[in-house]
């Protein structure tokens, strides 16, 4: 069963994962722009570092050339965004990048993206499944790759100069010239390095780099930028002087910081950093669009300078549906994902990452000191996260626990509202929330608790994972 979660289809390797599956999935999409009469717009092909990316996205693209579709093929590692960046610039209705994101080294996967390069929605998503459903072996159609581009339905392409660029005229890069950063990059053995390094370079800052070059097991860790597994970037960053230290996860859509101290600064906090900035400091308006479970301190910045707050399911297709609809100004999640209006319209770690070093630079001040003045001025909140494994056999009981029987532990704290928009979300009447759902990228219970200090929100996690009996 091919099936689509959050983050586009991600399987193991060698079970699901396999030749014969990807290109399932290359002649299901290939049939719905066939039948949409949309093989005109062409379609972009990427891929990241994971084992078979390279040769998964020849086969993807050899299915799309037989069926008479021409396909703008990145013959090298790239970071996610691009492609999403590529595809919008090419007005394609549909594209793709070979990837599974942050998940296990043991899983690849494929992202499918519609106009403008944004994430494919689940009515797009469900289609693909239909179409699977009904197609055969026999039914797909291949061509070889190096004929395809003897006959240019396969047009072999490099947009990295494109993707800086776009980035260094939307950044303030003068004055990030005149900061004389020192900055540190961890890419996680994943594809961030070349795009980002260029970006910062073109800033006159002095960047190094760890944890580079090809791993196919991503040096023994999830390639997830978290306080775990940044552990080498904080020690470094506070030990040889790096005013910030740059995380990205594999495909290099999603990041994470680490301060002038050391100190890890959770996705939240990067999402705070930004609107604020770009608020206050840029004088720039609109609103913010944050997912379920991504923190409500955004909501008290966006109502303290008089615009909106919306808070969509988890999913970056559903942050960017909402930002066009608003035309809102920053949309992201807790998981370290987000864009601002203008540039793409998917999550992507290496601009957000340039617009950080962009604020520290333009602000004068170190990351610590912004998010004690956002503090002092909002409130303090902390978000605790625990992710539950649970096997197989156990999920149907879950299931029923938390959505058809809707049951929830004696709180100590009073319940405002519950909400199964996406999960179970319990809303405190201090402000406080606590949200228990199911992973759609790995099989996952994901529990979130924000409370006004960590004690607190720690115990109400616990809380809920021992009602859960996880």
Known sequence: MIKFGTGGWRAFIGEEFTKDNVRLVAQSVANIINDEQVADRGFVVGYD????????????????????????FIDKFVPTPIVMFKAKQMNCAYSACITASHNPADYNGIKVFIEGGRDADEVITQKIESQIATLTADKVKSVDFEQAVEDQLIKVINPMNEFVDSIIDFIDIEAIKAAN????????????????????????????????GKNPDFGGLMPSPSAATLYRLKHLVAAEGYDIGIGTDGD?????????????IHPNEVLILLYYYLLKYKGWKGSV????????????????????????????????SQMEADDSLIGGESSGGLTIRGHIKGKDGVFASSLLVEMISVTGKKLSELLDEIYSRYGYAYTAEGDCTFKASEKE??????????????????????????GAKVYFKNGGWVIARFSGTEPL??????????????????????FLQL
Not at 49 to 72: H, M, P, Q, T, Y
Not at 405 to 418: G, S
Request: glycine share 6%; charged share 30%; proline share 2%.
């Open 252 to 264: 290099a859509d999603r990041l994470g910081i680490i301060d002038e101290k050391g100190h890890f």
């Open 181 to 212: 950063l020192k900055v540190l990059i961890d890419p996680m053995f994943g594809v961030a390095k070349n795009a980002l390094q260029t970006v910062l370079i073109n800033g006159r800052c002095d960047v190094d780099v760890i944890n580079d």
């Open 445 to 466: 219970l994901r529990i979130f608790s924000e409370m006004e200090d960590q004690e607190t929100a720690e115990r109400v996690l616990q809380q809920v994972k021992a």
């Open 49 to 72: 570092r994971r084992f078979l990316s390279d040769k998964a996205g020849c086969w993807f693209a050899e299915v799309l050339a037989a069926n008479g579709i021409v396909v703008s």
């Open 289 to 320: 669009v944050r997912n379920i479970a991504t923190t409500h301190l955004l909501d008290k910045i966006a109502h303290d300078h008089g615009e909106k707050s919306f808070e969509v399911p988890v999913g970056f297709k559903h942050i960017s």
């Open 397 to 422: 009981a879950l299931y029923n626990k938390i959505y058809v029987e809707k049951q929830l532990p004696e709180f100590d704290f009073d319940i405002e509202r519950v909400s199964y928009e996406d």
